[in-house]
Each structure stands twice: as structure tokens, then as C-alpha cells.
């Protein structure tokens, strides 16, 4: 198959300078932060003017502490309002990490624990605020996590 | 959720295989319904989902499956299906089951055909002949309860269920995935492993690579190990541990996919996901069509029901290539809306980019061929693109003020360096670059004779504009502030002015040539509207808190509405302004001494002075000298220590001297000229008298000051005022009339 020839390319280079447009993005491998704190990796194959993307062998990684794990998604279409960020990776710097690949089970076991953790600690926290006669009301919000 | 039933499911199944005869009859009914109905979208599941769904298949079909073989160890399995199959025979509702189970029935027999049944013609024919009630081979879907899928809300919410019949085969494709849903943000504990995905990857045998590096890898033959596909379903050892792995062990004859030509059903679906194609060094294999020999026909023929679409269905799907270019974007210069500045910047940039990239070693990795490029054909590119631009377009100023400026500054700076520089680089002094009209004007307001209202008119420039929300603001008679109240008025009247401004400017373009007079004429209305509105008139020294002009004058933004809205006058009106202005200047310059924001009026102000004449002049300037009530001061005394006072009297001055040693006629009225000479001695006095300390530097001294006081004072006290007044010597004291 082909790859687009290059004058095209270029050509979209020019038709959309000097706006922020996602179209040089396409075909790329992309990290995607969404708003409900998923963070997406994969190819972005098409985009439209609201910024909806399709992702191509995407994988949701998630992250705790210096370790992370990758489960595979397949494609996604992502609605654009729920895009925090996304940017481009660079494939040779991609396996330059620190941080370390574990399993899936492994990963979800300590996203869990954290979560408990968490959870702990916030119910301490209203506690001590209910005993002191404060009571912050909770933020039922999508973007909480 | 469909998948919580899903799950439940398993387990029961797993009940059964200890209880196999017992449960089979009841388990019958809603098994192989649910066995057909989750075979069909496992049927048309598109490869390129990476056996999401693959798991969910798995474990669906072998409880079934291993119910049918169960019964059938050594029977001749045929006749056992078809009992089965024709256990559900009933009356076809809707017709909607059918063709999946037709579907199904097919897909039953081949998996048969493996495990050696003969007969599969026969089976063949239902894909032909979808109506043929009477071959007992073909299978009679039956409505009983309802299945998982049209229970899963994403499934009731679409209407899917209902409109299953209607559905041709290659639609299951768009279904699909709305019944997979999706997985929460963060996945609940309990609910991992019915996550599918997470399930698959648990299934998958450990990975020795990198998980990351299968994605180049052919993402189909990872989906396909999942792939539930089983052919020999060893069910006897069935548990749910090992359940997984099972058909990971049995799939592996079926993995290495021959590399032949596509299937037809496949390349027939093709296009809808890529434009380019697909044919080197990628196997697109469908999961559920084993490559075995034996089965030539139904593929074929299945491809006939699953996939007619052509190729070009691709640039059809998507509408809006189509649509845009009936958006009639003819002029070319619509890309170029940029402002010419801007674009350059941003060409140089690109071709730095452009050098870079070749350099870049990301260039590396283009020689390693990604299938799936090219998925965005140029022109949805471009259609993308087009509306960007159109979003941009806009024919108020005001949304880009920023960006317009930023340029104009950008481009004045850089013709300053250029004539500084002396470079010859020609760069076009091309100040403004009119935005590109809409070349779709709308009428946002549709009213039709005799409707109550309007309709709702709305495009993509104006979506919700359903009524003129007119804001229908009420006087504000509170008994609020005065102050608040100037302020007030001054923002309306602000507002106006903008728009006169507005209007100004683009009549300075020339954009709408034939538009002019009109504009004029209605610039000039709007312009005495608002002079109507600042009521200006005369009022004595006791009113002057309560006047309304001089209230808004009090505040700096008022000052600043009139010193822009001065240019805009008529001469009458303007030297309206001055005169009230100089007749309360001591009030203004007491108000005026936290803000001291009256200097803003001085430059319009002395716009209007050298227009005007000399009888006005004097006028102006008897308001200056006359006496006050609550002070022995004169008003030009106060003047003197008062920036925009001294500003103003210098600048009257200077143009009485210019007037006078012009050789224009004067038309002086009686006693004009007396009053001028008053006037000079007296400002002479007290510029003599003023401390030096309390002397004001002016915001412009004009030259001809000197001359004018040679004219009528005698040297020495020139020379003195020249000292105070600080200006520059008269070039040659002996040419001085004096």
C-alpha cells in the first residue's frame, strides 16, 4: 500500500499553517490523556473538525507508581470533547523509559490497592473533617480520579 | 450490563458440564438461541477488532457446542443438529432471527464439518434460499426469551433489537461494537476479568516480547490466537481455568493464515476502514472462516450476503467531501486568509521543519511499511482542513483583534528596520489583509408573513439561534450612585461608538463601495446619537456636579469616549465640547488631579483648535480668563499648574499666533483683537508670577510662543518667561521685532 505521496504531505503542511490542526498527527502513534483519566496509546488514523479521533491498536495503559501495564484495545473512537492532551511519540525514544512494563493481573492488582489506599485515606479525611464540624460535599464529577 | 449477564453465563455453563444430560433439554431453548444469536455477531465481528470479542465467543460457543458433541460421541452428528435445529423451529416473527440463524446454522455445520459430518451442501443452500421453510436443514429461529444482546443497553438504545431485520448482514458490522460497549474509566475489581480485553490478554500465552512491539506486529494473528473459532473443543477436560487456553492450543492449525488473496468477503469490507490497499505482506484473515479446502462455496456465497459494498463506498461514507465542495469555495485566496506576514513566518518555518524531518531520524521508520497508513484519504484531509479555515473566517475585527494587531505591528516594525537598515529586501508593505468574506451569507432571522415569531434558522455559524434575544434592558432608575449610573452611560454609549468605529474602518477599506453614502449617512446618525446622548449643555458652577456630560467627563473612560468620538463631529459640535470643557476646567482638573486622565483629551482637542477660527478662539479663551466665584484664581492660573491646562492654553495660543501671522483674513469680530491682547499680557503675568515649581512641564510646547510674546511684551520679560517656560531660544534675538 501506499504511503501518502510526499507532495501531498507537503501540501498539507501548507494548507494548514498557522492553525493547530491534528491533521499532521495522522498515521502516527499518539498518547492520548482522556478525561476520565485513561490514558490511551495508539495510531491516530482519522480525525475530524471537533477533534474526534480514531485510534488504531490502541492500548490503555495504566499507571502506578514507576510500573505500568498495557492492555490492548483495539480501536477506539475517541469524542474530541474528551481529549485532555495528546502528543505525538517518538518511537525511538518510546522504550526510553524509566518506568517498568509489568503484567496486566500485576498492574491492576496494585492500581486496586492504590485505589484502596486512596480510598482510605479519604474516608479518614472526611472523617476528621466531620468530627470538626466540616463537611466538604462530594464532587461527583467525571473528570475526578 | 450485558457483560455481568455475560458472565453469569459462564458459570452456569460450567454447571451444566457436570450436569450435561440433565440440563441439556432446558438449557436447549435459550442456549443455542443465544449460541446463534452470539455466533452471528461473532460472525460478522471485523477482523480488525483485534478479537476483542473473540473471548466472548470462545466461551459462548463451546458450552454449546460441547452440549451438541456431548450428545453426539459417536452418533452421526448431523441428524443431532438437526433435531436441535429443529427444535427451534417456529414460526419466524419478524424474520429477524432468521437470517442469523441461517447465519448461524452454517457456521454450526462447518464447525461440524471437522469433527466429520458429510452432509454440508445442504447447508449450504440456506444462505441462497433464505425462505425455504421447507428444508429441514434450515434453521427456524424462534423468539423466545429475549437474548443478552437486546438487553444490553447500549443495544435498547440504539433500537438495535428491533431493527435487527431490517439489518442486512454487513450491517451487523456497524452493530457490532455498540453491543460489545464499552469498559468504565477504571475498571472496577470485580468487573476485570469481564473486562474482555483484559481477559484476552490474560488468555494470551506469556509474552516473551515486549507487549508494545505487537503492534506492528500482525495485530490479526494476536485476535486470532484468541479467536474462539474452536474446532475440536475437548470438552471433557473443560475448566474454567483452563477454558482459555484450550482454544489458544487448538487454534494454533488454523494461525498460519496462508497469505492468499484476501477473501472476498473481507476485501469487500475493506474499504470501510482503509483507503489504501492492502495486499502486501498483510493477511487480513476472518477469524471464523477456516482456510480448509473443503469449504469453497460458502465463502463465496456468504460474501455475496456479507459484503457488497464496493470500494467506492469509502469517499461515499463519508458525506462531507461531497458537501464541501458544493460549499463553492471558488476564490483560492480562502486558504490565504492568513495575515501575509503571518504566512511567511509560518512558510520559513516549514521548510526548516521539512529540512529537519529529512535529517530526523523518525525517517527511519517510514521504510517499515504501516498497513494501516492512508486510512484519511487527502481529501477528508482537506475537507477537515477547509473547515478549520472556515471556523477562522470572520468578518469582526474584534474576535481577532489581537492576532490583526500583533501583525500590523509586526510589519511596521519590520519596514521601520528595512528603511533604517537600508536593506533593499522587498517586503510588501501590505498593512491589512481584509478578511475573506463569508462566501456563504445566511439569514440568520427566517420571518415568514403572518407568523408569530420566527422560524428557527440554524446553520453551523449560528446552531441554536432560535429568537432575537433582545435584551430589553431597563433604566436603570435605582437609586444607585451617580456615579454608577455615568458609568453606565458611558459603556452604552461606548458601545455605540465602537460600532461607528467599526463602520469607519470599513468604509476606510472600501470594502462595500457602492455601500458608501449609505454608510455615511447612517455613520453620521449613529455619531449624533450618541453626541445627542452625552448632553452637553451649558450649566452654571453650582450644577456642575449634577451635569451629566461633566459627570461622565469626571471618569476616565468618558474622557476617553469623548476624545475618540471628537473626530467624528461636526466643527459645531466639536468646539461645543471644547468651550464646555474650558468653561469648567477648574472642576475638571480638581476631579482630574487622582486620575490625571484629561490628557487624553488634548490631542483631539488641539485637533479642534487649529480648525478653528479666530473668533471662536477668542471666545474659547475668554472662558479662560474669566473670574471666578469661589477663587481669586483665574481659571488660567489654575491652567498653569495643570498639565492638560497648560497643554490646552499653549496650544490655544499657539494657534492665535499662527492665525495672526498668517496672512489668511481673520474676520475678527469687534474687540477680538483687544481681548487677544489681554489675553497675552495676562497669561505673561502669570506665567511671570507662578512659582517655577508650580509650573507644569506641557505635553507639547509650541514653538511660536516666543514670538508671540516678542510681539507684545519687551525683551526682558521674554527672556524671563523663556527661562520658566523652559523653551528653546528664538533662533537670532536680534531679529526679533522687539
Not at chain 2, 432471527?97 to 445442504?122: F, K, P, R, V, Y
Not at chain 2, 470501510?272 to 477456516?290: D, E, I, V
Not at chain 2, 454609549?493 to 472600501?510: H, N, P
Request: with cysteine; aromatic share 6%.
Amino acid at each position: 500500500m501506499a504511503a501518502l505521496p510526499l507532495g501531498a504531505a507537503r501540501r498539507h503542511h501548507e494548507l494548514h499553517a498557522g492553525t493547530a490542526s491534528l491533521i499532521q498527527d495522522i498515521d502516527k502513534k499518539h498518547l492520548v490523556l482522556l478525561r476520565d483519566g485513561r490514558t490511551l496509546i495508539g495510531y491516530l488514523r482519522s480525525i475530524d473538525q471537533f477533534a474526534n479521533l480514531v485510534l488504531h491498536q490502541t492500548v490503555e495503559r495504566i499507571h502506578v507508581g514507576k510500573k505500568y501495564g498495557d492492555i490492548p484495545r483495539g480501536i477506539f473512537v475517541v469524542r474530541g470533547e474528551n481529549v485532555v492532551l495528546l502528543g505525538e511519540i517518538d518511537l525511538e525514544k518510546e522504550s526510553d523509559t524509566p518506568l517498568q512494563q509489568v503484567s496486566i493481573e500485576e498492574i491492576l492488582e496494585e492500581q486496586r490497592v492504590e485505589q484502596q489506599a486512596k480510598q482510605e485515606s479519604e474516608k479518614l479525611k472526611v472523617q476528621a473533617l466531620k468530627e470538626r464540624g466540616l463537611s466538604v460535599p462530594r464532587a461527583d464529577t467525571l473528570d475526578e480520579y | 450490563m450485558f457483560l455481568k449477564g455475560y458472565n453469569g453465563l459462564i458459570l452456569k455453563d460450567y454447571l451444566l458440564v457436570e450436569d450435561a444430560p440433565l440440563l441439556q433439554e432446558m438449557a436447549e431453548d435459550d442456549e443455542e438461541l443465544n449460541m446463534c444469536n452470539e455466533m452471528t455477531f461473532g460472525l460478522d465481528h471485523d477482523s480488525t477488532e483485534e478479537g476483542t470479542a473473540k473471548p466472548l465467543m470462545s466461551l459462548e460457543v463451546s458450552p454449546v457446542l460441547k452440549e451438541e458433541v456431548a450428545e453426539e460421541t459417536g452418533e452421526k452428528l448431523e441428524p443431532g443438529v438437526a433435531e436441535q435445529l429443529e427444535e427451534l423451529g417456529e414460526p419466524q416473527e419478524e424474520g429477524g432471527m432468521e437470517l442469523d440463524a441461517e447465519q448461524i446454522c452454517s457456521e454450526l455445520e462447518e464447525e461440524e464439518e471437522e469433527l466429520g459430518t458429510e452432509e454440508q451442501e445442504e447447508d449450504q443452500e440456506p444462505y441462497e434460499e433464505p425462505n425455504n421453510l421447507g428444508d429441514p436443514a434450515v434453521m427456524k429461529a424462534v423468539q423466545s426469551k429475549p437474548t443478552l444482546e437486546s438487553q444490553d443497553s447500549a443495544v435498547l438504545d440504539s433500537k438495535i433489537g428491533t431493527c435487527w431485520a431490517e439489518f442486512g448482514k454487513e450491517d451487523m458490522l456497524a452493530v457490532d461494537p455498540a453491543v460489545w460497549g464499552s469498559c468504565p474509566g477504571s475498571i472496577p475489581p470485580h468487573h476485570v476479568l469481564e473486562d474482555k480485553a483484559i481477559l484476552q490478554v490474560l488468555e494470551r500465552p506469556p509474552p516473551s516480547t515486549n507487549v508494545a512491539h505487537d503492534f506492528l506486529g500482525s495485530p490479526m494473528q494476536r485476535s486470532y490466537r484468541g479467536s474462539p473459532r474452536l474446532k475440536h473443543p475437548d470438552l471433557r477436560l473443560m475448566s474454567p481455568k483452563s477454558f482459555p487456553q484450550r482454544f489458544l492450543q487448538q487454534q494454533s492449525p488454523l494461525i498460519p493464515l496462508s497469505p492468499c488473496s484476501p477473501r472476498p468477503f473481507t476485501l469487500a469490507r475493506r474499504p470501510l476502514l482503509f483507503a489504501s490497499n492492502q495486499t502486501t505482506g498483510y493477511a487480513p484473515p476472518t477469524p471464523f472462516r477456516p482456510m480448509s479446502p473443503n469449504i469453497s462455496s460458502p465463502p463465496r456465497s456468504l460474501a455475496m450476503h456479507f459484503g457488497p459494498m464496493s470500494p467506492s463506498l469509502d469517499p461515499a461514507l463519508f458525506l462531507s467531501p461531497s458537501a464541501s465542495s458544493q460549499l463553492n469555495l471558488s476564490t483560492p485566496s480562502h486558504m490565504t486568509q492568513l495575515h501575509p506576514q503571518h504566512q511567511r513566518i509560518l512558510t520559513q518555518r516549514q521548510q526548516q521543519d521539512e529540512q529537519a524531518q529529512s535529517i530526523s531520524p523518525k525517517n527511519l521508520w517510514s521504510p517499515k511499511v504501516d498497513p494501516y497508513a492512508g486510512l484519511m484519504t487527502s481529501k477528508e484531509k482537506d475537507w477537515v482542513v477547509k473547515v478549520e479555515m472556515i471556523q477562522l473566517q470572520s468578518e469582526n475585527m474584534d474576535d481577532d483583534y489581537y492576532y490583526q494587531t500583533y501583525y500590523h505591528r509586526l510589519e511596521h516594525r519590520q519596514t521601520e528596520e528595512e528603511l533604517f537598515g537600508g536593506r533593499n529586501k522587498q517586503e510588501p508593505p501590505k498593512l491589512v489583509t481584509p478578511f475573506i468574506q463569508k462566501v456563504e451569507m445566511y439569514d440568520s432571522v427566517v420571518r415568514i408573513a403572518g407568523s408569530l415569531g420566527q422560524v428557527a434558522v440554524s446553520t453551523c455559524y449560528s446552531p441554536r439561534r432560535a429568537i432575537d434575544a433582545v435584551h430589553h434592558a431597563l433604566v436603570e432608575e435605582a437609586a444607585g450612585s451617580q456615579r454608577l449610573r455615568a458609568l453606565h452611560r458611558i459603556e452604552k454609549l461606548f458601545v455605540q461608538l465602537l460600532e461607528v468605529e467599526e463602520a469607519q474602518r470599513k468604509m476606510s477599506l472600501g470594502l462595500e463601495e457602492q455601500q458608501q453614502p449609505s454608510c455615511q449617512e447612517q455613520k453620521s446618525q449613529e455619531v449624533e446619537h450618541i453626541y445627542q446622548a452625552l448632553k452637553i449643555r451649558a450649566c452654571s458652577s453650582e450644577e456642575e456636579a449634577e451635569d451629566e456630560f461633566l459627570q461622565l467627563l469626571c471618569v476616565r473612560k468618558g474622557k476617553k469616549l469623548t476624545a475618540r468620538l471628537l473626530p467624528h463631529l461636526s466643527r459645531e459640535q466639536a468646539e461645543k465640547i471644547l468651550l464646555t470643557i474650558t468653561h469648567h476646567l477648574p472642576f475638571l482638573m480638581k476631579k482630574d488631579m487622582l486620575d490625571e486622565s484629561l490628557p487624553l483629551l488634548y490631542s483631539p482637542l488641539n485637533e479642534v483648535v487649529g480648525r478653528m477660527t479666530f473668533s471662536k478662539l477668542i471666545k474659547i479663551l475668554q472662558e479662560m480668563t474669566r473670574p471666578l466665584h469661589e477663587s481669586p484664581e483665574l481659571p488660567l492660573a489654575m491652567a498653569l499648574k495643570n498639565q492638560f491646562g497648560i497643554s490646552l492654553l499653549y496650544s490655544l495660543l499657539s494657534h492665535g499666533e499662527r492665525l495672526l501671522s498668517s496672512d489668511v483674513p481673520l474676520e475678527p469680530c469687534s474687540g477680538d483683537f483687544e481681548t487677544w491682547t489681554d489675553t497675552v499680557f495676562l497669561v505673561a503675568r502669570e506665567l511671570s508670577q507662578v512659582p517655577k515649581a508650580l509650573l507644569v512641564e506641557p505635553l507639547f510646547l509650541p514653538s511660536n510662543l516666543l514670538s508671540l510674546f516678542c510681539r507684545y511684551l519687551d525683551k526682558q520679560t521674554v527672556h524671563h518667561l523663556e527661562a520658566k517656560m523652559e523653551c528653546s531660544p528664538l533662533p537670532s534675538e536680534a531679529a526679533m521685532p522687539c
